[in-house]
């Protein structure tokens, strides 16, 4: 079976987390910073704070934002579940506006149109390493929190590194990212009151001169251990040949499967925005029934996955916002007909050739058979 991730490891990491084994000092220790210094200047940001998970990097960058309770947040629906659950957490609200049909992310247009005397900020996301369109939202005078979390290594056509325009972008370093702590994630920011705000709270509100068990503000735990940071230095000296190899089996890919009726491949890049590449995700020929043809492909020894869901449509957003079909029709579309093919660094170019076969056989096996795939526009 070839698998949808499978992260880089080698002796570097094992070594490094031997070290930090060895030296006994497994938190707090000096791996942290180290971690944090050498991720920002890669991306040119001033400073970066090291978290437990990107779900807690966002959680504590749009508390730095200043997003409280009532409070609206315009975000894309079009995204991992945790960029709206952050604000839930804040008692906030996600305000979300449909996408733009071919970068996938959160449509300026749409977002404008969503904005209200309570909106206190903004939370576009980098879907799939796409960059968003930052210098649009800039524009608004609103704070603005970045979900890069699937973005390392995407590049916004005015120069900046994706995480380096200053705004806080929160990283994740998830296995399957393109830089892997097994769980973490990062903040960069441009702003040293936010980096010591959030690396406050991440270490349960305490201030950097306090002493042990004294708290001036309320934290949490979500620090990133040694041990991961560890992992994480030395996933930062082969990153450049990981996302050359994501590069180059993208480029597989596209080649492999252009020309299929129907069959929409992630946008290429446009007007000088580079993506960071993270995920193949394709959206299927419409009248193809999505759940057969993911069983068919694991049967041709293809994992895949439907890849994103629409947030505003999970039970949950249903139940507690009210949400339903119909709202952000280009995002339910895309959500519908979307599925996340094998992607990683070690994929070989005869496993895409494989992949983009199995896929082709599937999307004329499957087309029009059996059910048709929800809100299939
Ligand atoms: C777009 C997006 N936002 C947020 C997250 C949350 O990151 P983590 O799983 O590290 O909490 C992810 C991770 O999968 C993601 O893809």
Sequence with gaps: ??????????????????????????????????????????????????????????????????????????????????SANVMVYERARPVFADIDPVTLNLDPEAAAAAIT???????????????????????????????AAEALGARHADGPWVGGRGHPAVFGFYANKQLT??????????????????????????????????????????????????????????????????RRVASWYGELLAGIEGLELPCTDAGGDVRGWFVYVVQLPRGVDRDE??????????????????IHLMSYYRETFGHREGEFPVCEDVAARSIALPFFPELTQSQAEEVANALIAVAQSVRGSGRTAQATG
């Excluded at 309320?218 to 991961?228: C, E, I, P």
């Excluded at 043809?293 to 629409?310: D, H, N, T």
Aim: glycine residues 8%; proline residues 7%.
């Design 1 to 82: 079976m070839i698998p949808l991730a499978r992260p880089v490891i080698g002796e570097a990491e094992e070594r490094a987390v031997l070290d930090v084994l060895r030296s006994r000092q497994l938190s707090l220790g000096p791996r942290v910073p180290e971690f944090e210094r050498r991720f920002a200047a890669r991306l040119g940001a001033p400073h970066a704070s090291a978290v437990s998970s990107g779900t807690a990097g966002l959680h504590l960058a749009l508390r730095a934002a200043g997003v409280a309770d009532g409070d609206e947040v315009v975000t894309s629906p079009f995204s991992f579940v945790a």
């Design 117 to 147: 005397d309570r909106t206190t900020a903004l939370l576009p996301v980098h879907i799939f390493g796409y960059p968003a369109d930052l210098p649009a939202f800039e524009a608004w005078d609103l704070p603005i929190v970045e979900d």
């Design 181 to 246: 702590t097994g769980e973490g994630g990062m903040v960069t920011m441009g702003d040293e009151a936010v980096k010591e705000r959030i690396d406050s709270e991440r270490n349960q509100g305490r201030a950097p001169d306090m002493g042990w068990l004294d708290h001036d503000r309320l934290g949490f735990n979500y620090r990133l251990s040694d041990v991961a940071c560890a992992i994480g230095l030395a996933q930062l000296d082969r990153l450049d040949d990981m996302l050359a190899a994501r």
């Design 293 to 310: 043809a993911v069983v068919a492909l694991r049967e041709r020894g293809v994992q895949s996955k439907p890849y994103l869901p629409a």
